[in-house]
């Protein structure tokens, strides 16, 4: 639940998507958005009863339940955002159950299926080319279709509603690179997609985003830990990225960052959140 300095900005009445919601930086989104009473969408592969991705704990049967608990209203939609029928079954259900769409945060990544450590700090002559298929697949074309679709629903809303908004989540864009080719190319895609995306969107009152959590302690980084420690101390907790996205969902100015690339840590000193412990965690840089 809540914690740090935190007052969840009122977004009853609004309506949110949330994809690759089963766990990480999606499930935190959803269940801080179910913290502004908004209802929230929430999508993923990994559903109760079924095996999960890797075996990660974690469905969306799961974040929906608690974004119910903490006071919103939560529906988990299962949705390989690989096929666009599912995504476009997705959008019907939206429409037909509420006529609308206030935010899409567009967080599903993959590529990572099989994920060979040892391959993938290797120079770009070395890199796996499937891992480019696989993330240019499942991650840069699930985004854009996912806006794709939802888009009509994102620019029919009133005049009178406070601006629409589009945020991708990202890794990082800028300076040094990240240790692998193809990753660093499909994140920057997503960076110049959201920027695109803002500048089409612009007349229709849509802002998009894209913006960079730091080194978040996910279900996947603390089964890393546990199964060989290393240091922890500068990582936050994935709902600091939850209280930025939220943050800027219920800005009624936010269509003056439209096009940006933002950080949880920036947005916590903009809109004056802690994470969960209190701590403000710094905007992530790569080190030198």
Not at 23 to 39: K, W
Not at 133 to 157: K, W
Request: glycine share 10%; aromatic share 8%.
């Amino acid at each position: 639940m809540a914690g740090g300095t935190w007052n969840p900005p009122d977004l009853r009445g609004a309506v949110a998507i949330v994809t690759g919601a089963s766990r990480g930086a999606g499930r935190a989104i959803a269940v801080v958005l179910g913290e502004t009473r908004a209802r929230v969408y929430v999508t993923g592969r990994s559903v109760r009863g079924e095996g999960t991705t890797e075996d990660l704990p974690g469905t969306i049967d799961e974040t929906a339940e608690e974004i119910d608990r903490r006071g919103g209203f939560g529906v988990p939609v299962r949705c390989d955002h690989t096929v666009d029928a599912d995504v476009e079954r997705l959008l019907e259900r939206v429409r037909r159950e509420t006529g609308r769409l206030d935010l899409l945060v567009n967080n599903a990544w993959g590529g990572y299926e099989g994920h060979d450590y040892r391959t993938f700090a290797a120079p770009f002559w070395e890199q796996p080319r499937q891992r480019w298929d696989a993330m240019f697949t499942a991650g840069v074309r699930a985004h854009l279709v996912m806006s794709q679709l939802a888009a009509p629903l994102l620019t029919s809303r009133s005049p009178a509603d406070r601006p629409g908004l589009i945020a991708s989540t990202i890794a990082w864009s800028f300076g040094r690179p990240l240790g692998n080719a193809v990753y660093d190319v499909a994140k920057a895609s997503l960076v110049r997609l959201a920027y695109v995306m803002a500048q089409e969107l612009r007349p229709h009152r849509v802002a998009a985003v894209a913006i960079a959590p730091g080194f978040m302690r996910t279900e996947r980084v603390m089964a890393a830990h546990a199964a060989e420690p290393f240091d922890l101390s500068g990582t936050e907790s994935p709902e600091y990225l939850g209280r930025a996205v939220a943050s800027l969902a219920a800005d009624p100015d936010v269509m003056r960052r439209t096009g940006e690339v933002l950080t949880a840590g920036d947005l916590a000193r903009d809109y004056g959140f802690t994470d969960l412990d209190g701590t403000r965690p710094e905007a992530f840089r790569l080190p030198e």
